[in-house]
Nanobody, 116 residues
Framework: QVQLVESGGDLVQAGGSLRLSCAAS????????MGWYRQAPGKQRELVAL??????????NYADFVQGRFTISRDNAKKMVYLQMNSLKPEDTAVYYC???????WGQGTQVTVSS
């Protein structure tokens, strides 16, 4: 089981940047595919980005709506997952969560608010 704590969310103006961090604990982190997800008010949770396990050389995949703006990365030695978010838009406003893929137990997430 992997436990996860997200941080780094904030209020930012449109066009700005944020870097989210996810601290993981538990065993076998390096062999788990990890993802960032988000849930906007009144909407279902959606997948934002995925990064493969250590054995896949960190292969990444992105949702179309963040392609070219967001970058997911991981540091297996530190058991950390990051999401660099650039060119933020008001529609990126949501609570952001990290989790395994497929997801297991959800953490509390971190709030990102983008003002226009």
């Amino acid at each position: 089981q992997v436990q996860l704590v997200e941080s780094g969310g904030d209020l930012v103006q449109a066009g700005g940047s944020l870097r989210l961090s996810c601290a993981a604990s538990g065993t076998f982190f390096s062999i788990r595919r990890m993802g960032w997800y988000r849930q906007a008010p009144g909407k279902q949770r959606e997948l934002v980005a995925l990064i493969g396990s250590a054995g896949t050389a960190g292969t990444t995949n992105y949702a179309d709506f963040v392609q070219g703006r967001f970058t997911i990365s991981r540091d297996n030695a530190k058991k950390m997952v990051y999401l660099q978010m650039n060119s933020l838009k008001p529609e990126d406003t949501a609570v952001y969560y990290c989790n395994t893929d497929p997801p297991t137990v959800w953490g509390q997430g971190t709030q990102v608010t983008v003002s226009s």
